[in-house]
Nanobody
Framework: QVQLVESGGGLVQAGGSLRPSCAAS????????VRWYRQAPGKQRELAAS???????NYADSVKERFNISRDNDKNTVYLQMNSLKADETAVYYC?????????WGQGAQVTISS
């Protein structure tokens, strides 16, 4: 069964950095687009960043120039480097990939930014 497992969340002060990771089993990430979403308390889940099978990246306007999504093919892992974090970016961060017709989500990584 396909599994995505996030790690690397945590607590950081505003202005700090975190780098959650998303490791996959039973799929090969470099053959799929992987997306990072986040869901803040009481808000809808939103797309933060994506990386395509070819390595192209896209970012939500709110995180451009602060977040960087990358992929390590040897480790079959996708990372989200997050810098200059803001208190209102406290959320659960999820990775997701689509293998038609199914979406596969990780369990989420809690990221808490203190002001």
């Amino acid at each position: 069964q396909v599994q995505l497992v996030e790690s690397g969340g945590g607590l950081v002060q505003a202005g700090g950095s975190l780098r959650p990771s998303c490791a996959a089993s039973r799929i090969i990430f470099r053959f799929n687009t992987v997306r990072w979403y986040r869901q803040a308390p009481g808000k809808q889940r939103e797309l933060a960043a994506s990386i395509s099978r070819g390595g192209s990246t896209n970012y939500a306007d709110s995180v451009k120039e602060r977040f960087n999504i990358s992929r390590d093919n040897d480790k079959n892992t996708v990372y989200l480097q997050m810098n200059s974090l803001k208190a209102d970016e406290t959320a659960v961060y999820y990775c997701k990939t689509l293998i038609p017709p199914d979406n596969y989500w990780g369990q989420g990584a809690q990221v808490t930014i203190s002001s």
